[in-house]
């Protein structure tokens, strides 16, 4: 009987504990769509960004990838860029065959206004062929005429929707 009574405690605990631990996936979220972070690379520390990096099962093969950035060069021009490894190489984001993005398979350059602020709606489509396929990706924000990155994001993992 004392066996059993402490088998009951142990269990109700592990359930407890179960139910009660913060859960680090978001099925709004990854593997499909990512809130991505962007960061400086220069001297200027105050300016990043942020990607919605979005797939809508109700538009199959296309990622939107809604783009903002401040505090950068007030009227100026920007690239947002993007290099994949498929999520088997150990080694993560070490790609450096960076892809320009934009509107489908046309670069979009992102402006900014007289502040250092710009936004761009931009997007992807994909081929079939990698439906359901996993990637590590990482993305690099860089000045439109001289290429130099301004802003990168860290290493993210995603799933072709």
């Not at 797939?55 to 296309?62: E, I, K």
Request: aromatic share 10%; charged share 15%.
């Amino acid at each position: 009987m004392h066996n059993s009574i402490i088998k009951t405690v142990f269990g109700v605990i592990l359930v407890s504990a179960f139910f009660s631990c913060k859960k680090d996936s978001n099925p709004a979220i990854g593997p499909y769509n990512l809130d991505v972070i962007l960061q400086s690379q220069g001297k200027n520390f105050a300016s990043s960004g942020f990607i919605k990096f979005r797939q809508d099962a109700g538009v199959p093969l296309t990622i939107t990838l809604d783009t903002w950035v401040i505090n950068l060069e007030p009227n100026h021009s920007y690239l947002l860029q993007r290099a994949v490894n498929p999520i088997t190489d150990v080694t993560g984001c070490s790609s450096t065959a960076w892809l320009t993005l934009g509107k489908g398979l046309q670069p979009q350059a992102i402006h900014t206004d007289g502040h250092g602020a710009g936004e761009a709606d931009l997007f992807r489509n994909v081929p079939a062929s990698v439906e359901g396929t996993s990637y590590h990706i990482h993305f690099q924000v860089v000045d439109s005429a001289s290429l130099t990155p301004v802003l990168m994001s860290g290493c993210y993992d995603y799933t072709i929707l």
